[in-house]
């Protein structure tokens, strides 16, 4: 589904959305919406790179691209040779690969080297219509990824959500140390890649999702002092689920921050909390 900008050339006649695509908050799906209207196949651009990190990685983007029902998506390297283009040559290449039939983007889309395009150069160079939406806001500010990484590091999941990220974590299960079940809590251990942007350490309530359904979770991430773990990682118990998982991909979604990491003197002081993690958890699914 997805391919690099700008590598084989597109057949299909499209609608072309622009944008740096670190996920999809509210922004990004009125652009998507309004590409959809065209009933064309919708084809967007997604930008990696940079030196603060990814809200979603490349396969992260590929699941929620999916879902949302892009038919392709052209990869953008911001930290390789297109960072030197101009934005007079980098719309020529896009428009000589992609066939698109109408554009949309935020009428603060920049491109280029510098950042010297704009909406206006891309309608220079285009075929088709080119439409520059106004920006959305919420509480009077902007939507931007760069505003959502910094209430994301801020541990704001509630920012987040607001302007209807969906932020989640994606790995596969890995065999961990397994002493979680033998205090009756067994857990999913993942690894995130080291460009994925995580919320503050720390204990928080959530959401898995797996190929066997969703699950209620309590989600540990950072160090697991009790044991004395120091490596950051991702842990998860799933409250109701019981079976094998090793080896699928499972996506965490932590929406409320519960506590901070803790070191307990012994195991069943830690059990003990873990239950009272619970009992929030489930009062707050009803």
């Known amino acids: 589904m997805l391919t690099a900008a700008f590598g084989e050339k597109m057949e299909l006649p ?54 949302a029902g892009v038919s392709a998506v052209c ?13 007079e040559k980098f719309a020529e290449e896009l428009f000589a690969h992609i066939p698109a039939r109408a554009v949309f983007c935020g009428e603060d889309f920049r491109f280029g080297k510098d950042a010297l395009g704009t909406p206006k150069t891309l309608k220079r160079y285009a075929v ?23 209430r994301l590091l801020a541990g704001d999941l509630s920012a987040l959500r607001a302007a209807g990220l969906g932020y989640f974590v994606q790995s596969t ?3 961990g140390r397994q002493v979680g079940r033998t205090y009756g809590f067994p857990t999913l251990n993942l690894t995130p890649p080291p460009e994925k942007l995580l919320p503050p350490d720390g204990v ?4 898995c999702t797996t190929p066997f359904g969703d699950f209620p979770t309590i ?23 019981s079976g094998d998982l090793y080896g699928r991909t499972v996506q965490i979604y932590p929406t409320e921050r519960f506590r901070g990491i803790e070191k307990f003197g012994d195991v069943e002081q830690l059990k003990a909390q873990l239950e009272r993690d619970i009992r929030r958890l489930k009062e707050k699914n009803g």
């Open 173 to 175: 299960v890995e065999h």
């Open 219 to 241: 989600v540990n991430i950072g160090a697991r002092p009790t044991f004395g773990v120091e490596e950051r990682k991702v842990e998860a118990y799933l409250d109701g689920f």
């Open 128 to 150: 088709c219509p080119v439409f520059a939406l106004p920006v959305v806001k919420t509480a009077g500010e902007k939507i931007s990824s760069s505003a959502l990484k910094e």
């Open 204 to 207: 928080y309530g959530g959401l």
């Open 75 to 87: 990869e953008v390297d911001l930290d390789g040779e297109l960072r030197e283009v101009s934005a």
């Open 14 to 67: 499209c609608a072309l959305v622009l944008g740096g695509f670190d996920g999809l908050h509210l922004g990004h799906r009125r652009l998507l919406d309004e590409a959809k209207k065209t009933g064309l196949p919708v084809v967007l651009t997604t930008m990696f790179g940079g030196k603060c990190g990814q809200l979603f990685t490349r396969e992260e983007r590929k699941f929620l691209f999916a879902r």
